[in-house]
């Protein structure tokens, strides 16, 4: 199984990015699909999650600006990241829940600056 992630980039304050991650390889169905955050030097935050039947948890914080969605027939999860700010400066990495397995795609990086 491989996740391939897609989308980061350099946005200005108050821009938006929309992630793209799709998995490919031996799948069955994916139970989880999700996006985690990590700043150097810090742990892997999670950010969103959504499982197959469209229930989403977001982290607190990223309420009301992320959305997570997924296409099940396409194996691919998104996150659509409006609002952005210099702290959502990170390395995005989405993961796949596959029978009790974790697997981690290589992550993407979102820079927000002016």
């Known amino acids: 199984v491989q996740l391939q992630a897609s989308g980061g980039g350099l946005v200005q304050p108050g821009g938006s990015l929309r992630l793209s991650c799709a998995a490919s390889?031996?799948?069955?169905?994916?139970?989880?699909m999700g996006w985690y955050s990590q700043v150097p030097g810090n742990q892997r935050e999670l950010v969103a999650v959504i499982n197959s039947g469209g229930d989403a948890s977001y982290a607190y914080s990223l309420r009301g600006r992320f959305t997570i969605s997924r296409d099940n027939a396409k194996n691919t999860v998104y996150l659509q990241m409006n609002g952005l700010e210099p702290e959502d400066t990170a390395v995005y990495y989405c993961y796949a829940l596959i029978r009790a397995t974790v697997y981690w795609g290589k992550g993407t990086l979102v820079t927000v600056s002016s």
């Open positions: 390889g031996n799948i069955f169905s994916i139970n989880v």
